[in-house]
């Protein structure tokens, strides 16, 4: 079954200028499903997903903002190269690259009963950045592209970038990744510190709410706001 695109992935989508490419993108966006032994592997809808299991975007929605901002930072890093370096960028590559680079990954991820997160029986067997190689091989993409997607994880993966598109995917991944989990990790501290325990399955916004309270009203400031936090996440259960 085709399900409908994110819109804001959906818009991102629309900033590929090569029409092939860019159905191409879409076609795999809007449905991730990975086939091996004629067994469908589908996992947990791209809206709601988690992109990582614990150290970044470890919650509801994760998955989308990941994507989200790790285009943002590679159009970034596009400018910068053009306009500061005078440097060549197929910006279609690095717009797909980043696109697909963790499209596999909801599918390694399963919710638990008590709403955690832990991996599936697939990621037993393959990893997210082998099953989206595999994928886009099979789906006949563009080597180039598969290149920009195989290299994402920089020194930590299979090949290292050899192309500037391939270098702005990894370091923008890289950026965001490390970004957002330490922003979770202070918040996270923060919380510890001022009550005690922690908030299971933090996300970025109500990090973002204790970060912001700690500067604003100080430790009496974070306790207000976890509480506040709690209370919502009571009536949303309710
Ligand atoms: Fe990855
Ligand atoms: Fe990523």
């Not at 933090?202 to 207000?224: M, P, T, Y």
């Amino acid at each position: 079954m085709v399900g409908l695109l994110n819109p804001k992935l959906k818009a991102l989508t629309s900033k590929i200028r090569d029409e092939k490419l860019r159905a191409k993108v879409v076609e795999l966006l809007e449905n991730p499903v990975f086939e091996v032994e004629g067994k469908a592997y589908s996992g947990l809808p791209l809206d709601v997903s988690p992109a990582g299991l614990s150290h970044h975007h470890c919650y509801p929605g994760g998955f989308i903002e990941h994507i989200v901002s790790t285009t943002n930072l590679a159009l970034a890093l596009c400018n910068s190269v053009e306009k500061v370096y005078h440097g060549k960028i197929n910006r279609d590559l690095v717009i797909a690259g980043v696109l697909l680079h963790d499209i596999f990954k909801p599918i390694t991820y399963r919710v638990n009963e008590d709403g955690s997160y832990s991996s599936t029986n697939l990621a037993d067997y393959m990893d997210h950045l082998s099953l989206v190689i595999a994928e886009l091989v099979r789906r006949d993409f563009p080597l180039e592209l598969i290149h920009v997607v195989s290299a994402h994880h920089g020194d930590y993966g299979p090949i290292r970038p050899h192309t500037v598109e391939a270098l702005i995917c990894h370091l923008a991944d890289f950026l965001d990744s490390r970004l957002n989990g330490e922003v979770l990790n202070a918040a996270a501290y923060l919380t510890r510190k001022a009550v005690g325990e922690e908030l299971p399955r933090l996300n970025s916004r109500e990090a973002f709410e204790i970060i912001n309270s700690k500067i604003a009203e100080g430790w009496e400031g974070v306790e207000r706001t976890v509480e506040k936090i709690k209370q919502k996440r009571t009536a949303r259960k309710t």
